[in-house]
């Protein structure tokens, strides 16, 4: 088992981390240390990853653990950019053996959880064809939620390359994005009132915590910093705002989930990067369930996955790509088309959609 996970990070290092020279050092070492990664495969069979080990030290480190580690991280340190990764990567081996005691309950329970708040890039365009095509309010069901910090993505102000922009452009969160391709979306009509805010997810974090705040923070890579600040901001937003976030699984809470929303209000559910961790039997039912709402009453589907995982084919895309999707349900009748191809944090959209 040692030696595939060793791979794991490996393959990791060399494909994942090729711009983020302290985490390619770091996980290039963990490769060849056999105690860390014997540390590492006693997280559950599914979270034995690269990111969980990561971002525990880093919830180490920002809680305060003294360890000259710290200094290696932009995040801690205050440096604007990470110091030696090679040293940056002997320190992480020996700070997960000399705090090795901390780091085993958090390998144990946690879950690595993404509120990458830049994908504001990709649901606001496909929000606005929603309010083009005559939807003016929306219940917005956000499934795989995490803190449920997406569930506030009106909040947030986009920018795009081309001059195009979108949401609230005074908020204290701003994403930058590319925008290139054949059109560009349209927000001459503005965006859908999102007048209700759930998610699910089988693991929520609850921003009233601190230690669940600190958490998502840890699994933002430590040399981002943009990143890091747009996160914190985030929460301040979803504090406020307070969207209600739901413990529970795919596919089975899906219809309850919405059995209760006002029936004048149109249900958006949103999955991004989500049925990638699914199995096939998993993805089937969640489609099935969704499509079960969407022939009660009017619902759409936004989708930012990969191609081989989304619930129908699409054409014109790399099996690495992630493709913005949507199925659609008016009268019970369903429609399914790509928009666009995205990154997965929102860094770029090429916009397809005529």
């Known amino acids: 088992m040692l030696d595939d996970l060793a791979a794991k990070f490996r393959t990791f290092s060399e494909l994942h981390c090729a711009q983020t ?47 000259p580690l710290a ?13 030696d990764p090679a040293r940056a990567a002997a320190l992480f081996l020996d700070f997960c053996v000399t705090h090795e005691a901390e780091l085993a309950p958090i390998l ?25 095509a005559g939807i003016d309010r929306v219940a917005l069901i956000d499934l795989g939620t995490s803190a449920g910090l997406n569930l506030c993505v009106d909040r947030y102000g986009v920018r795009y390359s081309s ?3 979108a949401g609230e452009l005074a908020s204290t969160v701003q994403v930058n994005a590319e925008l290139f391709g054949p059109h560009a979306p349209s927000f001459d009509r503005g965006l859908p009132e999102i007048a209700l805010r759930r998610g699910l997810d089988q693991s929520p974090l609850d921003l009233g915590r601190a230690d669940d705040q600190r958490w998502l923070l840890a699994c ?16 301040e937003i979803a504090k406020r705002e307070r969207p209600l976030v739901v413990q529970g699984s795919l596919p089975g809470d899906v219809e309850s989930l919405v059995a209760d929303v006002d029936p004048s209000l149109h249900v958006v559910f949103l999955t991004t990067w989500v049925l990638a961790y699914l199995s096939d039997a998993e ?29 129908f084919e699409v054409q014109g895309f790399e099996a690495h790509d992630t493709v913005l999707a949507w199925a659609r349900w008016r009268g019970s009748e369903r429609t399914d088309a790509s928009l666009a191809r995205v ?3 929102g860094t770029f959209v090429e916009w397809r959609q005529a």
Request: aromatic share 4%; charged share 20%.
């Open 21 to 67: 020279p302290l985490y390619r050092a770091i996980t290039a070492a963990i490769a060849t240390d056999e105690r860390v990664l014997e540390m590492a495969a006693r997280s559950p069979e599914g979270q034995r990853v690269p990111n969980l080990i990561l971002a525990a030290v880093h919830d180490r480190l920002l809680a305060g653990a003294a360890h």
């Open 108 to 132: 144990a329970t946690r879950a690595t959880q993404t509120n990458e708040v830049g994908r504001a890039a990709i649901i606001l365009p496909a929000l606005a064809q929603l309010k083009r």
């Open 220 to 235: 933002v890579w430590p040399d981002q910093l943009e990143r890091f600040g747009r996160l914190r901001a985030a929460i």
């Open 163 to 165: 001059g195009l922009a």
């Open 283 to 311: 993805r089937a039912a969640t489609d099935a369930a969704v499509a079960r709402v969407g022939a009660r009453r009017e619902t759409s589907w936004i989708l930012a996955e990969v191609p081989g995982k989304l619930p």
């Open 343 to 345: 990154h997965g944090h």
């Open 71 to 83: 200094e290696m991280y932009p995040s801690v340190s205050g440096a604007t950019r990470a110091a």
